[in-house]
Nanobody, 125 residues
Framework: QVQLVESGGGSVQAGGSLRLSCAASGYTYSNNCMGWFRQAPGKEREGVAAILTGGGVTYYADSVKGRFTISQDNAKNTVYLQMNSLKAEDTAMYYC??????????????????WGQGTQVTVSS
């Protein structure tokens, strides 16, 4: 089993930055992909970014390319999401997820077996 705990959420003004962290514990070798998803009220949960834990290959949603960066620190067993140039549309609950991706569908929630509790990100104008 894998446990994921997010941190780093908060309230910022448009144009500001936040760094989210996801600390993983348990049998993390059962997963080859870590992803960040977000869900705003009344909307579907959407993939934001993902990283293949073995090789470090990253993926991003078009809406965050150039602004967000996903990374990992194996020594701390933690993945990060650096969010810059935040916009009001980035406001959502952000979730960390772990799974075993085979078909390249990093953005599909069904590809992930473990989820964190979420951390709220609010961007105001």
């Amino acid at each position: 089993q894998v446990q994921l705990v997010e941190s780093g959420g908060g309230s910022v003004q448009a144009g500001g930055s936040l760094r989210l962290s996801c600390a993983a514990s348990g049998y993390t070798y059962s997963n080859n992909c870590m992803g960040w998803f977000r869900q705003a009220p009344g909307k579907e949960r959407e993939g934001v970014a993902a990283i293949l834990t073995g090789g470090g290959v990253t993926y991003y949603a078009d809406s965050v390319k150039g602004r967000f960066t996903i990374s990992q620190d194996n020594a701390k067993n933690t993945v990060y999401l650096q969010m810059n140039s935040l916009k009001a549309e980035d406001t959502a609950m952000y979730y960390c997820a772990a799974g075993w991706m085979r078909g390249g569908r990093w953005y599909e929630t069904r590809e992930y077996n473990y989820w964190g509790q979420g951390t709220q990100v609010t961007v105001s104008s």
